[in-house]
């Protein structure tokens, strides 16, 4: 049964840099591809990107200049960097596993979830 | 792409058939997911390509539709269905979600 795991800061002050790193167990990094999603009251669901074992990357266009995703594959983890954050930035993140069927993504497995708040 | 759920919530009784609408701005084929998410939960995948079910998910879940207009049916509402529900569209990114519907058990 695959597993993700996900740890990070859950309090930043506005113009700080959030982290956030996944570890997938019951299953290898390899041959999938990997997704940071966020949910808040204001914004409902946001995909934030998505990396498979390689580093290659999507993402999305609102985030792009800030966002930063990368893998480890020796270790099985993958992480997300989300530079100058606002309070808009504020709300639960998750890391997820996704599938593909014919080369559209869902999020089939999914992190606890990390609430992150952005006060000063 | 904008993806526009209705209702926003919705109200039923348990055996009640109940039924949630997806729009999209543009067309998407038939490249839309379903989620179910519980209070305190994750989201949980229930529907890809339209109608096709997540292994797992009760046969009282279905949906259909294609190109803009999408509907997931839940034939006979149970407890255990209470929950939001969100669509995705999978077809362009930056992939997007719906607002979600909330339904309750009366």
New interface residues.
Partial sequence: QVQLHQWGAGLLKPSETLSLTCAVYGGSISGFYWGWIRQSPTLGLEWIGQIDQSGSTNYNPALRSRVTMSVETSKNQFSLTLRSVTAADTGVYYCARLWSAEGRYVATYWGQGTLVTVSS | IQMTQSPSSISASVGDRITITCRASLGIGR?L?W?QQKPGK??N?LM??AY?L?SGVPSRFSASGSGTDFTLTISSLQPEDSATY?C?Q??T????????TKVEIK
């Fill in positions: 490249w997911a989620y994750v989201p995948l890809y390509a096709t997540q969100f995705q999978t077809n990114f930056p992939l997007t979600f719906g607002g979600g």
